[in-house]
Every structure is written in C-alpha cells, then in structure tokens.
C-alpha cells in the first residue's frame, strides 16, 4: 500500500470512528436537536489536548461527511464551529 492509499483509508477510518460517535448519542438522530462538535470531538477523543490541530480535524471530518449527504448542520448560522450542531441527515 502507497502513501496515498493510506492517507484514503485513514480518512475513511476517521469518517467512521466520527460516524459511529454520532451513532450512540440520541440528539444525532435525523430530526434531533443534534450534537455540539466539541462534543463529538470530545466523545471521539479528538478535542484539544493543548492543540486546536484535533478540533479542526473533527470539523473536517464532519464537513466532508455533510458533502457525502451523511450529517447535516444544525446550526448553520453559529459563528463558533465548535458549537455548530450535527445530526444525521
């Protein structure tokens, strides 16, 4: 396997490990209040541990799973992107 095949699946990993976070919280539901990424990224274990890098990673990888059809946001209007709310759509 290159370096880009593994960069692919470790993306692909990631979406995952995100989507199943939003799996086992009730507001993740289509139609729920949905969840603050901070929390997810808190849930998933990539909220800051002294760095923003995981916390930007987290709404990276929500962004790209909202282009795939699979989250919505909630919150479109919130400035702060750590509070924006995600759901699945």
Do not use: Y
């Not at 692909?12 to 989507?19: A, F, G, I, S, T």
């Amino acid at each position: 396997m290159n370096l880009h095949q593994r960069g692919a699946e470790l993306m692909n990993q990631l979406k995952e490990h995100v989507l199943d976070t939003l799996e086992e919280h009730p507001d993740a539901e289509k139609g729920g209040a949905g969840v603050i990424q901070e929390e997810i990224a808190r849930r998933a274990g990539l909220h800051s541990r002294g760095t923003v890098e995981l916390d930007h990673t987290c709404g990276e990888i929500l962004s790209l799973l909202h282009k795939e059809g699979k989250v919505e946001c909630v919150d479109v209007q919130e400035e702060d992107s750590k509070k924006k709310r995600w759901r699945f759509t």
